[in-house]
């Protein structure tokens, strides 16, 4: 009697290790750390100026073709670089290029969406400045992953902080797709 009881123990404990161990498996597919992506993007812009020398609201939107490199090296640590030319639907001839590089954060994937914030700095240049001007962009947006190597940039908002006196602030959007290389 005390031999079956050990053994029904024994068994027992035995049933209860196993339900609760955990198997160590390698992952069915991992994703390297180091990726890089390359698109083109259509904006809209108000560029926060009108002439006359003051900034103040233009009441034609400015639109134009941006490109963009989005480097990332793991996770959490990304880069994006783009430069945007908006040359359409000017008012008295104003317009705008940026150019601009910096880290970008992605929030959180949730079945290929991710949004993501971003602060760039590069500079700015338009017909209404003599050479270029300094610029700081903050935005964030939404990416999707269509398959492996597209991405949709469903929507990207940037306000940014032209450094020229007087100081102007541009704001606007952008949608696009990249492709990403490797």
Same mark, same amino acid.
């Given at each position: 009697?005390?031999?079956?009881?050990?053994?029904?123990?024994?068994?027992?404990?035995?049933?209860?290790?196993?339900?609760?161990?955990?198997?160590? #498996?390698?992952?069915?597919?991992?994703?390297?750390?180091?990726?890089?992506?390359?698109?083109? &993007?259509?904006?809209?812009?108000?560029?926060?100026?009108?002439?006359?020398?003051?900034?103040?609201?233009?009441?034609?939107?400015?639109?134009?073709?941006?490109?963009?490199?989005?480097?990332?090296?793991?996770?959490?640590?990304?880069? &994006?670089? @783009?430069?945007?030319?908006?040359?359409?639907? @000017?008012?008295?001839?104003?317009? &705008?290029?940026?150019?601009?590089?910096?880290?970008? #954060?992605?929030?959180?994937?949730?079945?290929?969406?991710?949004?993501?914030? $971003?602060?760039?700095?590069?500079?700015?240049?338009?017909?209404?400045?003599?050479?270029?001007?300094?610029?700081?962009?903050?935005?964030?947006? #939404?990416?999707?992953?269509? $398959?492996?190597?597209?991405?949709?940039?469903?929507?990207?908002?940037?306000?940014?902080?032209?450094?020229?006196?007087?100081?102007?602030?541009?704001?606007?959007?952008?949608?696009?797709?990249?492709?990403?290389?490797?």
């Amino acid at each position: 009697m005390r031999r079956s009881l050990t053994l029904a123990l024994f068994f027992l404990l035995f049933a209860a290790a196993t339900l609760t161990a955990h198997a160590q #498996v390698a992952p069915a597919a991992s994703r390297n750390g180091l990726s890089l992506a390359v698109g083109g &993007e259509g904006s809209v812009f108000q560029p926060d100026y009108a002439g006359q020398g003051i900034a103040q609201t233009s009441p034609n939107r400015l639109y134009g073709i941006g490109a963009y490199a989005d480097l990332r090296l793991s996770r959490w640590v990304q880069l &994006e670089a @783009e430069g945007r030319w908006l040359h359409f639907n @000017e008012f008295l001839g104003i317009d &705008e290029n940026n150019y601009l590089i910096g880290p970008r #954060v992605p929030i959180h994937d949730f079945h290929g969406w991710t949004p993501y914030g $971003k602060v760039l700095f590069g500079w700015g240049s338009g017909s209404f400045l003599t050479g270029r001007a300094g610029l700081i962009s903050y935005g964030g947006g #939404v990416d999707y992953r269509w $398959k492996r190597r597209i991405t949709i940039r469903a929507v990207d908002f940037e306000y940014q902080d032209l450094h020229v006196t007087p100081t102007i602030r541009p704001y606007g959007g952008s949608a696009g797709i990249s492709y990403t290389i490797f």
